[in-house]
């Protein structure tokens, strides 16, 4: 995490709210409008809040930018939970054109060089900045990717990643279900790149923590992980 990662915190943005798609059970895909000139760093986050002075509790929550400023739309992807939170009934119920304030996007986990390999691995609803970095790296096919993509149900954005995967012939995408198959799937591709390759690790604190402490025994430097210290999904 560098000063430079910060550089977004100061700036904010009213989005328009487009739609907010249900995709699978109580998975959403939200777009928002981006206002034009508007650019971020592929894998960034931002704080998206709601003014409404009948919404009861925290008004904001951080959400990982899915999309490229190429695509012209902030796209988001979330899980609502059985129980869900007032902000999150409130904003997969918003009308198109109306506000949601954004601050950022900043962030750490961003390319972090033009060459090296990348093993992703994308737990859940933890593959919100990864799909970022894939559209990123979408026309590159000098650079290995591999990603490692761990649900229990709904595999979010999987058409795009299997086009992504079809067109350019350096990306390999591994869908596991268990904890099992995806802690085999990336020992295997630590044990291949060492510590020549950059482990971008998204999904829930506990998951980043277990997925870091795995590689960690297979002697990963701490310096090849890159993770959102903080997300609380
Ligand atoms: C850098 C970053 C990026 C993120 N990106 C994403 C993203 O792309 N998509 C995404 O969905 N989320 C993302 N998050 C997490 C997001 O900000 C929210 O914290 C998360 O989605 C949960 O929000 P919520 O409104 O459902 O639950 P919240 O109301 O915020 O509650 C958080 C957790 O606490 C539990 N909880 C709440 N109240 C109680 C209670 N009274 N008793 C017991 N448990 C309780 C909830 O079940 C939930 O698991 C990110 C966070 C960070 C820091």
């Known amino acids: 995490m560098k000063l430079k990662d910060f550089k977004g915190i100061g700036k904010t943005a009213m989005l328009e709210f487009i739609d907010a ?12 409008q981006a206002s034009k000139g508007l650019k971020w760093v592929p894998g960034t986050h931002a704080i998206f809040s709601i003014k409404d ?14 999309s490229t400023a190429e695509e012209g739309l902030i796209l988001l992807g979330t899980r609502t939970g059985k129980n869900i939170s007032n902000f999150k009934k409130k904003l997969i119920n918003m009308s198109k054109g109306d506000l949601i304030k954004m601050r950022g996007p900043f962030g750490w986990f961003t390319l972090q060089d033009q060459e090296s390999p990348l093993v992703m691995i994308g737990m859940g609803v933890g593959i919100t900045p990864i799909r970022a970095l894939l559209k990123q790296l979408d026309n590159n096919t000098d650079r290995k990717v591999d990603l490692v993509y761990s649900s229990v149900d709904h595999f979010m954005f999987e058409d795009m990643i299997n086009e992504t995967v079809k067109r ?22 630590a044990k291949k790149h060492k510590n020549n390759a950059y482990y971008y690790i998204s999904g829930s604190q506990k998951a980043i923590k277990s997925v870091k402490d795995t590689l960690k025994k297979l002697d ?7 993770f959102d210290p903080f997300l609380g999904y």
């Open 168 to 189: 350019n012939k350096s990306f390999d995408v591994h869908y596991v279900y268990t904890i099992e198959d995806t802690v085999n799937a990336y020992s295997e591709l």
């Open 21 to 32: 798609k249900n995709v699978f059970e109580d998975y959403y895909e939200i777009s928002l």
């Open 53 to 66: 002075k009948e919404l009861k509790g925290k008004k904001w929550r951080a959400f990982s930018i899915a």
């Open 220 to 226: 990963i430097k701490k310096s090849c992980m890159i």
